[in-house]
C-alpha cells in the first residue's frame, strides 16, 4: 500500500474517533477530558480535510 493511502485511512480513522468522542460528549452533556464537544467536531473536520488532500496526493503520484 502507498504511504499517502496510509495516511489517508490514519487521517479517516482519526476522523471518525474524534467525531465519536464529540457525540458521546454532547450525548453525555459533559466535556470529555476538558474540551467541548465542537473542539473534537473541529479535530475531526480537519483530519477529514487531511484525508482528502492524501487521497488527492496519491492520485496525482499515480499520473
Known amino acids: 500500500m502507498r504511504v499517502w493511502i ?3 485511512y490514519l487521517s479517516l480513522g482519526a476522523s471518525l474517533v474524534s467525531l465519536g468522542i464529540a457525540n458521546a460528549s454532547w450525548l453525555l452533556q459533559s466535556p470529555t477530558a476538558g474540551l467541548s464537544p465542537r473542539a473534537y467536531a473541529g ?5 477529514l480535510l487531511y484525508a482528502i488532500t492524501f487521497l488527492l496526493l496519491d492520485q496525482a503520484h499515480r499520473r
Do not use: E, R
Open 6 to 8: 496510509s495516511l489517508a
Open 43 to 47: 479535530g475531526a473536520v480537519i483530519a
